[in-house]
């Protein structure tokens, strides 16, 4: 029996249909059959006559079938009786056949032919099965090809990662393996830049319209329109390296995943505030991390290693996956001493690490990668070729060992007067910093953090913090990320330090590390608003600056909209792409889809549209803007 939720999908599509309907086929006419039996072998039917037919309601059928689809993926009704069969022949037909494509509204057949197959094979490997055997497959990969455009590419990469993540259907894909990995690795490095190209930087009026109409369904204006292909580009990249990641965890093909110039590329690919969901290049890592090939790789990679010691000391939501990627190499002996002499400058400020998400100890864990044999260090026996790394790693070792057995041993008057000596030293650091001696008022704190027993948490916070702000004022970002990250460690995760976040960001920012200094500061915001606890809480300006500056600076596009002027004559002359040559011309598709589906992409005309030509600059939160460390927060404790 039709379930009420289908005819809720169809009802406003089934509409726009006249009321004498003639033709025996009707999709709409069969969906309203009460006999079940009958209603499905005219399904069936339907879905076996439809890419032998030139029919102008193909469209409107296909987007009714898609409703139900992303509604109900687990509905086993449409793929029992042959959906997967009729898609992949419709995709094959558009691929084929240019004329076919360009009439009426052809071409918007292969996109929501692809989403339907990946919608159904997304959760149930049952369908994933059915679609294979549909020979759904090769049809897929020629609009991985880019037979058609980035946006078919989008929905074919989103079905091949569904079935390649069925252990089942995996090995069909497989069989293409070496061509869909090399394609899966050029789109997710060059999807960005042919999305601006091709559309972003497009001028409204040149934009191919289907594309328009898809990322919209008809709806919206151009500020719209720029988000949500934002979006989509995103998620066209995030998709291709989980489609990769399928291969990566297998241990298939690592010798082209593991290419130097692609691994370069891969630690800045992450899926940004609009598909946060997403691990992004960091996932590619974790996984390369499981393997030798890959951890070899890795090592030999000066910007990953960089990029995760960056990931390790931030708010960034994949910063447990990136410490455990750094764990990975330390504890392999062919890359430890290739990453220990980055590495263990940042992981140095992670010791102290209590939790981190679900997981307990992490900075236990992290000691332990670190220490294993600073014994060979310690006397001689080993040298590194960083005196910083040294440096660090003796920290560490008079931190978590020397300095635990040394506490140990001191009593309670000993521990009250230190307790007692920190608090002054901590006020002289106060007067000196605010009489303008930054530099002796680092020293008071440094005295201070020496002195104070490991287990006077909330006071080392403190000191920790007011250090960072005086390195702040010193121009030495480096030594603000580090204490900072050290104050936010000996806080709670659920509470972190409100004003070490603030400076940390400041301090990425300096460092020009637009992403890390973002996170930070989204999660200042989010602490100071879960502080007051009111509804009429506002974003102080400095902050909100902080965000614009940063939202810009991150913002998907950002790098490749620098060189627009490279390539403006392209731009002018947008063309629907194709692997290695062009499908079809944006005129022609342009001519031939002046009318939209009935009912289906608009109800009455489009709205109007910015005559700019490129996306509109993001506002910040609270609209205003004002000096960076105006605020209180510079203040100190």
Same mark, same amino acid.
């Given at each position: 029996?039709?379930?009420?939720?289908?005819?809720?999908?169809?009802?406003?599509?089934?509409?726009?249909?006249?009321?004498?309907?003639?033709?025996?086929?009707?999709?709409?006419?069969?969906?309203?059959?009460?006999?079940?039996?009958?209603?499905?072998?005219?399904?069936? /039917?339907?879905?076996?006559?439809?890419?032998?037919?030139?029919?102008?309601?193909?469209?409107?059928?296909? /987007?009714?079938?898609?409703?139900?689809?992303? #509604?109900?993926?687990?509905?086993?009704?449409?793929?029992?009786?042959?959906?997967?069969?009729?898609?992949?022949?419709?995709?094959?037909?558009?691929?084929?056949?240019?004329?076919?494509? @360009?009439?009426?509204?052809?071409?918007?057949?292969?996109?929501? +032919?692809?989403?339907?197959?990946?919608?159904?094979?997304?959760?149930?490997?049952?369908?994933?099965?059915?679609?294979?055997?549909?020979?759904?497959?090769?049809?897929?990969?020629?609009?991985?090809?880019?037979?058609?455009?980035? %946006?078919?590419?989008?929905?074919?990469?989103?079905?091949?990662?569904?079935? *390649?993540?069925?252990?089942?259907?995996?090995?069909?894909?497989?069989?293409?393996?070496?061509?869909?990995?090399?394609?899966?690795?050029?789109?997710?490095?060059?999807?960005?830049?042919?999305?601006?190209?091709?559309?972003?930087?497009?001028?409204?009026?040149?934009?191919?319209?289907?594309?328009?109409?898809?990322?919209?369904?008809?709806?919206?204006?151009?500020?719209?329109?720029?988000?949500?292909?934002?979006?989509? *580009?995103?998620?066209?990249?995030?998709?291709?390296?989980?489609?990769?990641?399928?291969?990566?965890?297998?241990?298939?093909?690592?010798?082209?995943?593991?290419?130097?110039?692609?691994?370069?590329?891969?630690?800045? =690919?992450?899926?940004?505030? *609009? &598909?946060?969901?997403?691990?992004?290049?960091?996932?590619?890592?974790?996984?390369?991390?499981?393997?030798?090939?890959?951890?070899?790789?890795?090592?030999?990679?000066?910007?990953?290693?960089?990029?995760?010691?960056?990931?390790?000391?931030?708010?960034?939501?994949?910063?447990?996956?990136?410490?455990?990627?750094?764990? @990975? $190499?330390?504890?392999?002996?062919?890359?430890?001493?290739?990453?220990?002499?980055?590495?263990?400058?940042?992981?140095?400020?992670?010791?102290?690490?209590?939790?981190?998400?679900?997981?307990?100890?992490?900075?236990?864990?992290?000691?332990?990668?670190?220490?294993?044999?600073?014994?060979?260090?310690?006397?001689?026996?080993?040298?590194?070729?960083?005196?910083?790394?040294? !440096?660090?790693?003796?920290?560490?070792?008079?931190?978590?060992?020397? !300095? /635990?057995? !040394?506490?140990?041993?001191?009593?309670?008057?000993?521990?009250?007067?230190?307790?007692?000596? %920190?608090?002054? $030293?901590?006020?002289?650091?106060?007067?000196?910093?605010?009489?303008?001696?930054?530099?002796? *008022?680092?020293?008071?704190?440094?005295?201070?953090?020496? @002195?104070?027993?490991?287990?006077?948490?909330?006071?080392?916070?403190?000191?920790?913090?007011?250090?960072?702000?005086?390195?702040?004022?010193? &121009?030495?970002?480096?030594?603000?990320?580090?204490?900072? #990250?050290?104050?936010?460690? $000996?806080?709670? #995760?659920?509470?972190?330090?409100?004003?070490?976040?603030?400076? !940390?960001?400041?301090?990425?920012?300096?460092?020009?590390?637009?992403?890390?200094?973002? =996170?930070?500061?989204? =999660?200042?915001?989010?602490?100071? =608003?879960?502080?007051?606890?009111?509804?009429?809480?506002?974003?102080?300006?400095?902050? +909100?600056?902080?965000?614009?500056?940063?939202?810009?600076?991150?913002?998907?596009?950002?790098?490749?909209?620098?060189?627009?002027?490279?390539?403006?004559?392209?731009?002018?002359?947008?063309?629907?792409?194709?692997?290695?040559?062009?499908?079809?011309?944006?005129?022609?598709?342009?001519?031939?889809?002046?009318?939209?589906?009935?009912?289906?992409?608009?109800?009455?005309?489009?709205?109007?549209?910015?005559?700019?030509?490129?996306?509109?600059?993001?506002?910040?939160?609270?609209?205003?803007?004002?000096?960076?460390?105006?605020?209180?927060?510079?203040?100190?404790?």
């Amino acid at each position: 029996m039709e379930s009420q939720s289908q005819k809720k999908s169809l009802d406003r599509i089934s509409s726009v249909q006249e009321p004498a309907c003639t033709n025996p086929s009707c999709f709409f006419c069969t969906m309203n059959e009460h006999d079940p039996s009958l209603r499905k072998a005219k399904l069936a /039917r339907c879905f076996k006559e439809m890419p032998l037919r030139d029919d102008q309601e193909h469209v409107l059928v296909l /987007r009714g079938i898609w409703n139900i689809a992303m #509604t109900q993926p687990d509905d086993p009704e449409f793929p029992s009786l042959g959906v997967f069969e009729c898609m992949g022949k419709l995709i094959q037909r558009a691929v084929n056949d240019k004329e076919w494509l @360009l009439r009426d509204q052809n071409i918007y057949i292969p996109y929501y +032919a692809a989403h339907i197959i990946g919608s159904y094979t997304m959760n149930k490997v049952q369908f994933a099965e059915k679609a294979v055997k549909s020979n759904v497959v090769l049809p897929l990969i020629e609009l991985l090809r880019g037979k058609i455009s980035w %946006v078919e590419q989008r929905v074919a990469v989103r079905s091949l990662g569904h079935l *390649a993540s069925h252990a089942r259907t995996f090995e069909a894909i497989a069989e293409h393996e070496v061509e869909i990995i090399k394609l899966a690795m050029e789109i997710a490095c060059n999807c960005i830049k042919t999305v601006y190209r091709r559309f972003i930087g497009v001028k409204d009026s040149k934009r191919v319209k289907y594309h328009s109409d898809l990322l919209t369904t008809g709806l919206g204006d151009l500020e719209i329109e720029n988000r949500k292909a934002e979006e989509w *580009a995103s998620q066209l990249q995030c998709w291709s390296l989980h489609l990769l990641n399928c291969f990566a965890c297998k241990g298939r093909s690592l010798n082209l995943v593991c290419n130097k110039h692609f691994l370069k590329e891969l630690g800045g =690919m992450w899926g940004g505030l *609009a &598909n946060c969901a997403s691990p992004g290049g960091i996932g590619c890592i974790r996984t390369l991390c499981n393997f030798k090939t890959g951890r070899e790789s890795l090592a030999n990679s000066k910007e990953v290693i960089e990029i995760l010691c960056n990931i390790s000391r931030s708010s960034d939501d994949w910063q447990c996956m990136a410490i455990d990627c750094l764990l @990975l $190499l330390l504890k392999d002996t062919d890359t430890r001493y290739i990453v220990i002499n980055t590495a263990a400058l940042s992981l140095a400020d992670l010791v102290e690490l209590r939790s981190l998400n679900e997981r307990k100890k992490v900075g236990e864990a992290i000691t332990q990668a670190l220490l294993q044999d600073y014994h060979k260090i310690k006397y001689g026996d080993l040298k590194l070729s960083s005196q910083d790394a040294e !440096r660090a790693l003796k920290e560490t070792w008079d931190l978590m060992v020397e !300095r /635990r057995k !040394r506490e140990e041993l001191m009593s309670e008057e000993e521990l009250k007067e230190r307790k007692n000596l %920190v608090g002054m $030293l901590k006020q002289e650091g106060n007067k000196k910093f605010w009489s303008g001696h930054v530099e002796k *008022a680092v020293t008071r704190y440094t005295k201070a953090l020496d @002195l104070c027993p490991s287990k006077m948490r909330k006071e080392r916070i403190v000191l920790y913090s007011n250090r960072a702000q005086g390195y702040l004022l010193l &121009n030495n970002p480096e030594a603000v990320i580090s204490d900072t #990250t050290r104050a936010l460690c $000996l806080s709670t #995760t659920a509470n972190p330090h409100r004003k070490s976040l603030w400076r !940390r960001a400041q301090a990425y920012d300096m460092k020009g590390l637009a992403k890390e200094s973002l =996170m930070d500061c989204l =999660m200042f915001i989010h602490g100071r =608003m879960k502080a007051e606890k009111t509804k009429n809480a506002k974003i102080p300006y400095f902050a +909100a600056r902080m965000i614009h500056k940063q939202m810009n600076a991150t913002w998907l596009f950002a790098t490749v909209a620098k060189s627009k002027d490279k390539y403006e004559a392209e731009v002018e002359k947008p063309k629907v792409l194709e692997h290695g040559e062009d499908r079809c011309q944006v005129t022609e598709i342009k001519e031939r889809n002046d009318s939209v589906p009935d009912g289906s992409f608009m109800e009455g005309e489009r709205r109007s549209r910015s005559k700019q030509g490129r996306p509109r600059q993001r506002k910040d939160a609270a609209g205003h803007c004002c000096r960076i460390g105006s605020s209180r927060c510079s203040e100190m404790c």
